[in-house]
């Protein structure tokens, strides 16, 4: 198998020779695991696993060298139904002018670890950083067809945690989820291949995520529907956003205090 066809069987769950390897490797001790193939990084066989390559990805530690390496030999990719997070700090350029350097990476390195400790128990891997926001992904080959609902409960620990007195430090960011469509695969060049998602719904999740208040989870409608979502709690909001022709109907799940009233709990049509 090859090209698309391969990617798409990766993707998805339904390769024969990922299922084997899953099916051996989970049967091994223990988490954390690489999220595609289920080998254990550590654990009493964790050792003798990195000798033959099933290590740490260096450019995202969710993956194993293995399974990376097995993709970048076929290089690209297809598309495929996934679900996404975004999730942004807001005024963190005022934040960086008022901290040293030094002081601003450690409080942006608290705020990518509450993402990805969040991403992470719901299975999830952070597909890129840029500056001070987080994208993360959930396919099919990560938990079958439930990532509509991983991503939204990952969404919602994380908002809950943010707007949390419990949670050191104060992080004024906002969280966006999404899913459809999309390509995910390897790109990039010889020696810095990356894999990530790429499409409008990635696009879209990182707008949802910006224009969320800080603490507020913004769901598309999408999401929303596909997680089986009991939408009676949440606020219902008709976004303008960047680079989008039309509206895009969301629930919001926000703190106390900047709920919309009544007249915006009408369903999104």
Same mark, same amino acid.
């Given at each position: 198998?090859?090209?698309?066809? %391969?990617?798409?069987?990766?993707? =998805?769950?339904?390769?024969?020779?990922?299922?084997?390897?899953?099916?051996?490797?989970?049967?091994?001790?223990?988490?954390?695991?690489?999220?595609?193939?289920?080998?254990?990084?550590?654990?009493?066989?964790?050792?003798? =696993?990195?000798?033959?390559?099933?290590?740490?990805? *260096?450019?995202?530690?969710?993956?194993?060298?293995?399974?990376?390496?097995?993709?970048?030999?076929?290089?690209?990719?297809?598309?495929?139904?996934?679900?996404? =997070?975004?999730?942004?700090?807001?005024?963190?350029?005022?934040?960086?002018?008022?901290?040293?350097?030094?002081? %601003?990476?450690?409080?942006?390195?608290?705020?990518?670890?509450?993402?990805?400790?969040?991403?992470?128990?719901?299975?999830?891997?952070?597909?890129?950083?840029?500056?001070?926001? /987080?994208?993360?992904?959930?396919?099919?080959?990560?938990?079958?067809?439930?990532?509509?609902?991983?991503?939204?409960?990952?969404?919602?620990?994380?908002?809950?945690?943010?707007?949390?007195?419990?949670?050191?430090?104060?992080?004024?960011?906002?969280?966006?989820?999404?899913?459809?469509?999309? %390509?995910?695969?390897?790109?990039?060049?010889?020696?810095? %291949?990356?894999?990530? /998602?790429?499409?409008?719904?990635?696009?879209?999740?990182?707008?949802?995520?910006?224009?969320?208040? *800080?603490?507020?989870?913004?769901?598309?409608?999408?999401?929303?529907?596909?997680?089986?979502?009991?939408?009676?709690?949440?606020?219902?909001?008709?976004?303008?956003?960047?680079?989008?022709?039309?509206? /895009?109907?969301?629930?919001?799940?926000?703190?106390?205090?900047?709920?919309?009233?009544?007249?915006?709990?009408?369903?999104?049509?």
């Amino acid at each position: 198998m090859e090209g698309e066809d %391969y990617w798409r069987a990766v993707l =998805l769950g339904e390769d024969k020779a990922l299922k084997t390897m899953v099916r051996v490797l989970r049967s091994l001790p223990s988490a954390p695991r690489c999220k595609l193939c289920m080998a254990p990084f550590e654990g009493p066989v964790a050792p003798l =696993l990195k000798v033959i390559g099933f290590r740490r990805w *260096p450019l995202n530690q969710q993956m194993c060298r293995f399974c990376v390496t097995s993709m970048e030999k076929q290089r690209g990719g297809a598309e495929v139904p996934v679900s996404l =997070l975004f999730a942004d700090v807001r005024g963190s350029t005022a934040l960086a002018e008022t901290l040293p350097p030094r002081d %601003y990476v450690r409080t942006m390195d608290r705020f990518f670890h509450l993402v990805a400790r969040a991403v992470d128990a719901e299975q999830g891997v952070i597909d890129h950083i840029v500056g001070d926001g /987080v994208m993360a992904m959930w396919i099919p080959a990560f938990v079958g067809g439930d990532h509509a609902r991983h991503a939204v409960a990952a969404g919602k620990n994380l908002a809950a945690r943010l707007r949390s007195s419990d949670t050191p430090g104060f992080f004024p960011a906002g969280v966006g989820v999404h899913t459809g469509v999309a %390509y995910v695969g390897v790109v990039g060049e010889p020696g810095s %291949y990356d894999f990530t /998602v790429q499409g409008d719904v990635a696009n879209t999740t990182a707008r949802l995520g910006s224009a969320a208040a *800080p603490g507020e989870l913004v769901m598309s409608a999408a999401i929303a529907e596909e997680a089986g979502l009991d939408t009676g709690q949440l606020v219902h909001r008709r976004l303008d956003l960047k680079g989008k022709a039309d509206p /895009v109907a969301v629930w919001v799940d926000a703190p106390r205090g900047l709920d919309d009233g009544p007249a915006a709990r009408r369903p999104p049509t």
